[in-house]
């Protein structure tokens, strides 16, 4: 069993940096894929970053719309998965949410972002 918490939400100025960090409970091993996912009101949850792991293939993924503007750091020993984004914009504004996959996906509670221009 895996337990996601996430940190960092709040509100950013347009423009501005802001960090995101995500802590599992539960052991997660270097090849099991952490990241971060987004949803806004009336749409689906979409793909912000994820961190693949140490599986051979595609290590990093990012969404279309902040490529460029983030960057995922993963610290295994200490079960941590953090976003930074960059140049942040109004569209940037939701809930993000931690996600893990350990023989199943896991997902955290979520953590508000508002942006203010």
């Known amino acids: 069993q895996v337990q996601l918490v996430e940190s960092g939400g709040g509100s950013v100025q347009a423009g501005g940096s802001m960090t995101l960090s995500c802590v599992a409970s539960?052991?997660?091993?270097?090849?099991?894929?952490l990241g971060w996912y987004r949803q806004v009101p009336g749409k689906q949850r979409e793909l912000v970053a994820v961190?693949?792991?140490?599986?051979?293939?595609?290590?990093?993924e990012y969404g279309e719309s902040v490529k460029g503007r983030v960057t995922i750091s993963r610290d295994n020993a200490k079960n941590r998965v953090d976003l930074h984004m960059s140049s942040v914009r109004p569209e940037d504004a939701g809930i993000y949410y931690c996600?893990?996959?350990?023989?199943?996906?896991?997902w955290g509670q979520g953590t508000q972002v508002t942006v203010s221009s």
């Open positions: 539960g052991r997660i091993f270097s090849t099991n894929p």
């Open positions: 996600y893990g996959h350990k023989g199943m996906e896991y």
């Open positions: 961190d693949n792991g140490d599986n051979g293939g595609i290590r990093f």
